[in-house]
């Protein structure tokens, strides 16, 4: 089963500086298990403990996994999962 993950530009040191990636998993778990075993250090930087980490945002064919089961989301095959890190600041 083939998933594409789009990699944001903050974690594309782990990626050789790839833009999207291919992984496998039946859940947003299994593929983000999947991609450290490929990018070592990436998953640290998704998921925290057993849930994603809270400044760190998962879509899932452009649904925000959120609202769909979290990391326990199921994947099909030909799926896009797109990382998103939150971004805050600017000026006053």
Known sequence: MAIE???PTI???YTDGQKAVEGTGNTLAE????LESRHAGIQA???????LRRFVNVYLNDEDVRFLDGINTKLSDGDNVTILPAVAGGMR
């Open 5 to 7: 993950v789009r990699i």
């Open 11 to 13: 974690l594309r040191t």
């Open 31 to 34: 593929l983000f298990a999947d």
């Open 45 to 51: 930087r998704i998921v925290d403990g057993d849930q």
